[in-house]
């Protein structure tokens, strides 16, 4: 079956400007999750969400960053005023339900540069 | 907070030899313990889990890792690698009761024919 998609697969965007990500998660996952890759780095925990809410939105790391998942399938990762250090690859995951006991399965991430 | 460690960075091993990748993680409570792989241009994917009983875990690909509480070690081993193995593996733990998975900065792993 299909996997986690993400949209686009590579953005680069201005200093300043407003960027959405897609993730499309796999169809029945309850859970979903974004992560942040810095290169060189392993995937950081950005916010988690069970349904259409944010159960855990710990790993946003200013709040030029929100994201949203309304119909509780689909969620889009929204960075404002975007920065350099915003730059990294950006993962989706989805899981049957919450908690860890469920595997998380990964998309190809979405790559943000910002010049 | 929970944290994990890869000490190395890159490890280079020949073809059909074995390999152990490192990992220690530091956490105030009980823990699940996870390795994950990244094959080149692909998504992460899960190669094995510890959750309870057996410290011992097999994975996918000939791959097995041995939870050591006391050592707060899981470390992931293969007896023959091969070069299709060429990969960056990440280590993750995730506290009870938390759904977040906290990484490692990864080991990339190089076959050498």
């Known amino acids: 079956g299909a996997g986690v998609s993400q949209t686009p697969s590579n953005k680069v965007t201005e200093k300043g400007k407003y960027v959405e990500l897609r993730c499309d998660p796999i169809?029945?996952?309850?859970?979903l999750y974004w992560y942040r890759q810095s290169l060189g780095q392993g995937p950081e925990f950005l916010i988690y969400f069970q349904g259409t809410g944010a159960a855990d939105d710990s790993g946003l790391p200013n709040d030029r960053f929100f994201a949203v998942r309304p119909e509780g399938s689909v969620s889009t990762l929204k960075i404002q005023r975007t920065e350099r250090g915003d730059s990294a690859v950006y993962l989706c995951?989805?899981?049957?339900?919450?908690?860890?006991?469920?595997?998380?399965?990964f998309g190809p991430g979405t790559r943000l540069t910002v010049t | 907070a929970q944290s994990v460690t890869q000490l190395d960075s890159q490890v280079p091993v020949f073809e059909e030899a074995p390999v152990e990748l490192r990992c220690n993680y530091s956490s105030s409570v009980s823990v699940y313990l996870f390795w994950y792989v990244q094959y080149p241009n692909q998504g992460l994917q899960l190669l094995l889990k510890?959750?309870?009983?057996?410290?011992l875990v097999k994975g996918i690909n000939g791959f097995e890792a041995e939870f050591n509480k006391s050592q707060t070690s899981f470390h992931l081993r293969k007896p023959s690698v091969h070069i299709s193995d060429t990969a960056e593996y990440f280590c993750?733990?995730?506290?009870?009761?938390?759904?977040?998975?906290?990484f490692g900065t990864g080991t990339r792993l190089t076959i050498i024919p």
């Open positions: 510890y959750l309870s009983g057996s410290t």
């Open positions: 995951a989805s899981s049957l339900g919450g908690g860890t006991l469920y595997e998380q399965y």
């Open positions: 169809s029945g996952h309850t859970a």
């Open positions: 993750a733990v995730s506290e009870r009761g938390n759904e977040k998975l906290t």
